[in-house]
């Protein structure tokens, strides 16, 4: 018989639950983080002119590349820390999805404005 | 028959990395729920685990294809300023967009809106596929990284659906254009 054809393994019982909740909760912060630097480079003049990366892209560049940048700097601590962990993961998992909700709310421009 | 070099870069970020990825969304969801479903994934085998692994590791590189593609190729040429008192802007598609109050909302409210909610479908799909390839059948257990995980394959569906939409419409009413011609074929005339 085929490996593929035989049944997923029953559980690993030595898997924590810190290594997800890292991943999650980092994506909620890199999407928050994009969502607040587009404010924050809409906004201040000085912020918008360091963050022109890529002159031909503008400050989208430099919006996009710190905002990725400190999501996988964040993934990476996270991971480091909690990878061997129990965490509570109900908590943080209802914190990366407000901050994804707010990320969507923020990005819409009539939102973004009223900053 | 014959596309310039910039509509060609358009097709390939829209239907190619954009478009593929956004049917392959519903897909995963389908099957992320179902494999981590308690109740009814006993019936997978490592072949279907494999699968999905694979399913959503493409999907991470189109996601990533089409926002750096979209960021870094089509952007430049759709904010393109002209020289001062060009009256032809059908070359600068923001300022033809801006150009007139029927759709200079299209780039107010539709571009601005789409440049940055398009990051958030790579930032999610790659979560998603680390949680998967990391926990597979086991995400059964975690229940709360489950509902975490298929919140974030959503939100991805719905920031990659936004992006796709306004950037078919935009497309629709200022075209990137130019670039060199590719000739895909020579038919002759009737």
Known sequence: MSTSHNPVARDDPSLTNGSGAASVLSAGIGCFLMAAFAILADKSALVKSNLIFYKPTGPLSGVTTVAIVVWLVTWGILEWTWRKKTVPAGRINAIAVALLVLSLILTFPPVADLF | MQITERALWTLIHGMAFGGLYLLACSGALVWLYQFTDSSISDDFTRGHERFVRIYLIAMVVL???????????????????????????????????????????????????????????????????????RYGHDLRNHRQLRSAVLVFALASLVASGIAGFFGAEIDDYAPVRGGSTIHLSHAEAK
């Open chain 2, 63 to 133: 996601a990533w294809a089409a926002v750096l593609s979209g960021t870094y190729v089509i952007y430049p040429w759709y904010r393109a300023a002209p020289l001062t008192g060009r009256a032809d802007l059908s070359m600068f598609p923001q300022r033809l967009l801006m150009s007139r109050p029927a759709t200079s909302g299209w780039h107010s409210l539709g571009m601005e809106w789409k440049e940055h909610v398009a990051w958030f479908a790579p930032i999610s799909i790659t979560m998603v596929a680390f949680v998967f390839i």
